[in-house]
């Protein structure tokens, strides 16, 4: 707060830039405005932050998944990108500022479809790699005993990953997913899909489960 000289040339009152003038007792008091809280990237607000860390590490995490997840989502890239999509469950189900990790990997989901997905997989560790096993459903709804497995090892830690495309088939009831023995010492986030090529445009996906980490 200051006083202002009465031999001030300038007088002003009310709101002028940062400052409130205004008469007491005969004399002109200029007092500074409190600030406005920031809206901006400048200044955040602590749930701001929250909201714009949140962003930048699902953005970090699913970066290098981005030809897995186009691949994944293909059915409904006219509307987003495979990044996009499964931004969207991560970011709101999965994600939890106070939890360390702060991203739950159950939540990231590597493909969305109508085809029936796999029943009651299960992921275990070998000698030699990674071994996964599931129910045989090949007769129920629009499965198939020739659709094919896909499989994702994902090791976020180290922005690492395996995308094992074609991993056999649904009728196989298993697969093997062979690791070196760099990788053999690593743990690794285990996801599993089917699809069924239709024709060079159209492709059946399922819904993809997490497995666990293995």
Request: charged share 20%; proline share 5%.
């Amino acid at each position: 707060m200051a006083t202002l000289s009465d031999s001030s040339v300038i007088q002003p009152q009310g709101k002028v830039g940062g400052f409130t003038f205004y008469k007491l007792n005969g004399k002109i008091i200029m007092r500074s405005l409190p600030r406005a809280p920031h809206k901006n990237g400048t200044d955040p607000t602590p749930l701001q932050k929250v909201y714009q860390n949140r962003l930048a590490e699902v953005n970090s995490y699913l970066r290098s998944l981005s030809r897995v997840l186009d691949f994944g989502y293909q059915n409904f890239l006219d509307q987003k990108t495979g990044v996009n999509w499964a931004h969207t469950n991560v970011s709101t189900k999965g994600y939890n500022h106070q939890a360390n990790p702060r991203i739950n990997p159950a939540f990231l989901q590597i493909s969305r479809g109508s085809l029936l997905g796999v029943e009651d997989p299960l992921a275990v560790r070998t000698a030699d790699g990674i071994s996964i096993s599931w129910k045989n459903n090949s007769i129920e709804g629009n499965a198939s005993e020739g659709d094919s497995v896909m499989i994702l090892l994902n090791q976020p830690e180290l922005t690492k990953h395996h995308w094992i495309k074609e991993a056999g088939r649904r009728r196989d009831l298993q697969a093997l997913v062979p690791l070196d023995a760099e990788n053999l010492e690593k743990e690794w986030e285990v996801y599993l899909a089917f699809y069924r090529t239709l024709n060079l445009k159209k492709t059946m996906i399922s819904d993809s489960m997490y497995l666990g980490r293995v």
